[in-house]
């Protein structure tokens, strides 16, 4: 796993995993399925292929009922053909994966559009003690979160299918 850098943040063990996103159990973060408002946090336990940076997910993070487990041949060259149908003697290694990377929404290909941070995790780095140092360093961040809070709703549930969506 690539980290950029880890922190230690009271109470919410955290690293960054990309150059404005943090993850980590510690993290309060919506599932990434559209229209799930479920609070989960960007623990292993929700990540998409089970690890963050992986070879098999989408670097996502999604609640239970947004994942499912999915077998994937490790010497796929395309990205269909790493799902398993398992019809001769396979091998496969069976990862929990969004519903993107197992295959079942191909709409997706890519994973889907990610969502904006959770209010919670924004309001901590703005508030806490134990990221005054990252504010004086990021003065700029600090201003746009604000910004952001401000305009930042709870993303409206919408009502869910287990349809596909086309
Ligand atoms: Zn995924
Ligand atoms: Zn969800
Ligand atoms: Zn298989």
């Known amino acids: ?12 063990a955290c690293y960054r995993i990309s150059r404005d996103r943090w993850g980590g159990y510690g993290v309060p973060a919506w599932c990434g399925y559209p229209g799930c ?9 929700y990540a998409c292929g089970e690890e963050p940076f992986s070879e098999i997910g989408c670097d996502d993070y999604f609640c239970e009922k947004h994942r499912e487990v ?6 796929g060259e395309s990205f269909l053909d790493y799902l398993c149908d398992h019809e001769e003697d396979c ?7 969004c519903f993107s990377c197992s295959g079942k929404e191909q709409q997706y290909p890519y994973g889907y559009p990610t969502k904006p941070e959770h209010h919670d995790w924004l309001k901590h780095q703005l508030k806490d003690k134990s990221w005054a140092e990252w504010r004086k360093e990021n003065p700029e961040k600090v201003e746009a979160y604000k910004v952001l809070l401000r305009f930042l709703k709870k993303p409206r549930p919408k009502k869910e299918s287990n349809k596909p969506l086309i």
């Open 1 to 12: 796993m690539f980290l950029w850098g880890a922190k230690n943040s009271m109470g919410y």
């Open 37 to 45: 408002s479920k609070k989960i946090d960007r623990g292993m336990a």
């Open 70 to 75: 999915q077998g994937f041949k490790m010497n």
């Open 91 to 97: 091998d496969c290694t069976f990862k929990e994966v």
